[in-house]
């Protein structure tokens, strides 16, 4: 009769309790010598029973986060490295968010996608709305056998809601930061600066930015880099410059920039979020304003219809999605190999596409101008 040790009797009795349900999926065993300690062996017997149970698919074992029961069923328990699946979290009004049209979402998913593909895992990506809540997202992730998560844009309140240290998978934000939370974002504060000094370099010194009036900390960073970057070219008043749609509803829109700009007849560029286009290009319309010949314009980020390919005159200042998607994959691969990524946040530049939507200021042109006549 061939001899057992305690590691095979261990790891024997602690399978038979995993497979009865005492240990549901997605629990978490205590800390390593408590565990011992309450199953009467020694420390080491219990790590040798742990790495067989993790080599069978039962369990995942995360630096710095614990040890958790997988679901035995699931294509993670299987230990399968190509199976893993990610979950890429889109909230928002499915109309608004579909993929198909957002240009926004359709890059993130692209770079998401085919990075998983790379390490050869799956992907997929689904839209909750604003309604739902951390929980029912971690539970469709349980449910359909996914290996990790990326979060996209989710409101600083509903991340203060979310466990992130009892999390049996790993977790990636996208366009938002969190202490102890890895992430992936924008550099925005490098952005807006090498827009502003671009215009710089075209003459423009009275410079505008029309951007989102919410509170989450990396569109605050960028509005305090445009107020700096302002003070430091000599305006004695940036804030003034600053245009925000806090607390404004869609309808009013159009009037809110209408009004805006007409404060500042002075404004000779201005760099515009994506997201307001429709209503800005509709003032410039209603207004007889013309791009470039009265306005310089730079577009931050890419909307249907205001995107890369499309006929716009505007240059386009872009968000680099498919590559934060990339990046945030590379970190759940890192993550699930055992690599502590917690304290990791990467900043990926943005990129200036100029068109002739930026020239140099009207006034400046038509002192060039009359130079040459003379």
């Known amino acids: 009769m061939p001899v057992e040790y305690k590691k095979d009797l ?5 399978k038979a309790a995993i497979l009865s349900g005492e240990y549901p999926p997605g629990s978490k065993f205590p800390r390593e010598v408590e565990f011992a300690a309450n199953l009467g062996v020694a420390f080491v017997t219990l790590r040798s029973a742990l790495k067989k149970l993790e080599e069978d698919g039962l369990i995942t074992r995360l630096r710095s986060r614990g040890t958790f029961v997988n679901d035995p069923v699931s294509p993670h328990s299987a ?44 992907a997929d990506l689904k839209i909750f709305s604003p309604e739902s809540t ?57 952005a807006i600066r090498m827009a502003i000094q671009r215009l710089r370099e ?29 003070e430091r070219g000599g305006i004695r008043s940036p804030a003034s410059c600053l245009i925000t749609m806090k607390n404004v509803e869609w309808k009013d829109y159009l009037a809110k920039i209408t009004c805006s700009m007409r404060k500042h007849p002075e404004a000779t560029a201005l ?73 990791y946040h990467f900043k990926i530049n943005a990129e200036l596409i100029m068109r002739n939507g930026c020239a140099l200021p009207r006034t400046l042109r038509r002192s060039l101008v009359e130079s040459f006549v003379l």
């Open 79 to 122: 230990g399968e490295k190509n199976k893993r699946k990610i979950l890429l979290v889109v909230r928002g009004e499915n109309r608004l968010e579909n993929i198909t049209v957002n240009v926004f979402n359709r890059q993130l998913a692209f770079g998401v996608f085919s990075q998983a593909a790379y390490h050869g895992m799956t």
């Open 134 to 190: 951390w929980e029912d997202e971690a539970s469709y992730a349980r449910n359909n056998g996914y290996s990790a998560i990326i979060l996209d844009r989710h409101s600083q309140r509903m991340l203060d809601t979310i466990p992130f240290g009892k999390i049996e998978f790993p977790v990636v934000l996208v366009n938002r930061e969190m202490e102890g939370v890895p992430s992936v974002v924008c550099n925005y504060v490098t």
């Open 271 to 343: 760099i515009v979020q994506s997201f307001y286009m429709q209503h800005f290009s509709e003032y410039l319309t209603n207004s007889g304003i013309s791009v470039p010949e009265d306005l310089s314009v730079i577009q931050w980020g890419e909307r249907a219809g205001c995107e890369r390919t499309s006929p716009t005159p505007y240059s386009l200042l872009t968000e680099p999605r498919t590559e934060c998607g990339q990046a945030a994959v590379d970190l759940i691969q890192r993550m699930l190999e055992g690599e502590d990524c917690s304290s």
């Open 202 to 230: 075209l003459g423009h010194r009275n410079i505008l930015l029309l951007d989102h009036g919410n509170d989450v900390a990396i569109i605050q960073e960028r509005q305090a880099a445009f107020l700096d970057e302002l």
């Open 10 to 14: 261990l790891y024997r009795k602690l």
